[in-house]
């Protein structure tokens, strides 16, 4: 099924209220498969450059925030002109800087509006920005800033401050992740010569629209990369799963429960039959536009046997390395972020700092994602097919949280092995 089929059999079921906004819109299906792409681009990268690092145990875990980076991606690309933009726009695979706002603008009023006064997931955004006293924003950003990203903005003084000012942003970020992010500004990061600081905060929890049973749980052999095993807590279900084989993986569908909530919050396993074929799955899903909308299991199917790991992974990387090494490199070197503030000196980007936390356990999920960048001068119809499959996640897989209503990915992870939380 292609994906504005796929809309279209997610619209059939759900509110008006979100029909009459827009979403079916074939300009906003390809924007928002452009942000999925990006996403699965990023989280190659930056797992083969994890990867190498822990080259002799390789069985370090992450989760990361693709569209956290994205938000702060696309509010430093709303202050940039010339070279400088026309990267960005060429990284976010979006063709001007009005369907950056556009489609940023339309996640924050929709995909992450809080759904758990409904009965759905609870969600949370929150943007925000710090400069230097002794300059001032751009009339026409200050605008983007308000009226795009919901952005509050805070006038500080960073040169007899700077420690002060990092440990703000710090109890911000602790604030809108609901404690689960303590830091994200590590120390020395603030200097007197910081002048702004832009940053994005996401929180998440979902219950499963189909709770496991605590007492069910049970350790099992997880198979490791390197091909040493441990004893892990897997979880497992008797009830049918939204589960389809394709060709060398399988995809598991858990969908959150939903309430009223117009939108359906999932979660998705991508498990590799291979046990250690976890990067030549990410490889492929990387490099082939439009995968995820095209590997979705809507059917559910019964299942012989069904094992998934807890786990709970705490990670944290310096973005500014991922993006530069994937070829951004004009935010960080030129000087065409001249839209920001109103001041005669080039602004460039210094650090991009993210660090993001989950945990799957039989109640659902809980995440959350933090993204600072420093600067100098719908749901399907539930179907049951008649057909009997295994699904057994003991060897290393990708992982990913997703509004199946509309495409956007949230979260994205990779587990090598369920013990490690970091």
Not at 136 to 147: E, R, T, W
Not at 297 to 322: D, Q, Y
Request: one cysteine or more; hydrophobic letters at 40%; proline letters at 4%.
């Amino acid at each position: 099924m292609d994906f504005p089929s796929y809309f279209q059999s997610m619209n059939s079921i759900r509110s008006p209220l979100l029909m009459d906004k827009s979403v079916c819109s074939m300009d906003l299906w390809n924007s928002i498969q452009k942000q999925s792409d990006v996403s699965l681009i990023l989280a190659k990268h930056l797992f083969f450059s994890k990867f190498k690092e822990d080259n002799e145990s390789k069985n370090a875990n992450m989760v990361f925030s693709p569209l956290s980076i994205q938000l702060v991606l696309a509010l430093i690309a709303a202050g940039s002109k010339g070279p400088t933009l026309d990267q960005l726009l060429s990284f976010l695979k979006l063709n001007s800087i009005e369907e950056v706002n556009s489609l940023y603008s339309w996640i924050v009023s929709n995909s992450l509006v809080d759904g758990s006064p409904m009965g759905g997931p609870r969600l949370s955004v929150a943007n925000g920005a710090w400069i230097d006293q002794s300059l001032s924003f751009k009339h026409s950003f200050k605008q983007i800033m308000d009226n795009v990203y919901k952005a509050a903005s805070n006038s500080v003084d960073f040169q007899n401050k700077a420690e002060e000012v990092r440990n703000e942003v710090n109890k911000w970020a602790k604030e809108e992740t609901y404690g689960l992010i303590e830091e994200i500004l590590p120390q020395d990061s603030v200097k007197s010569d910081t002048v702004l600081i832009l940053a994005n905060a996401l929180y998440f929890k979902g219950v499963w629209n189909e709770k496991l049973n605590a007492s069910d749980t049970k350790d099992e052999e997880f198979h490791l990369l390197n091909g040493g095993s441990v004893q892990a807590p897997f979880m497992t279900s008797r009830k049918w799963q939204y589960v389809k084989a394709f060709n060398g993986f399988k995809v598991l569908k858990r969908p959150y429960k939903q309430g009223e909530d117009m939108r359906c919050l999932s979660m998705y396993i991508y498990l590799p039959n291979a046990r250690v074929g976890l990067p030549a799955l990410l490889e492929k899903i990387s490099s082939e536009p439009g995968f995820l909308n095209r590997h979705i299991p809507l059917e559910k199917v019964r299942v012989r046997k069904f094992l998934i790991p807890k786990f709970k992974i705490t990670f944290g990387f310096e973005a500014s390395n991922l993006l530069t090494g994937l070829g951004l490199t004009h935010p960080f070197y030129g000087d065409g972020l001249a839209e920001i503030v109103d001041d005669i000196y080039p602004l460039f980007v210094t650090k991009v700092f993210h660090k993001s936390f989950i945990e799957v356990n039989e109640e659902g999920t809980e995440a959350a994602a933090v993204t600072a960048a420093t600067m100098l001068l719908g749901c399907s119809r539930m179907m049951i097919k008649e057909e009997t499959i295994d699904f057994v996640a003991d060897h290393p897989f990708l992982f990913l949280v997703k509004d199946d209503a509309t495409g956007v990915v949230l979260f994205i992870g990779t587990v090598l092995n369920p013990l490690n939380q970091f």
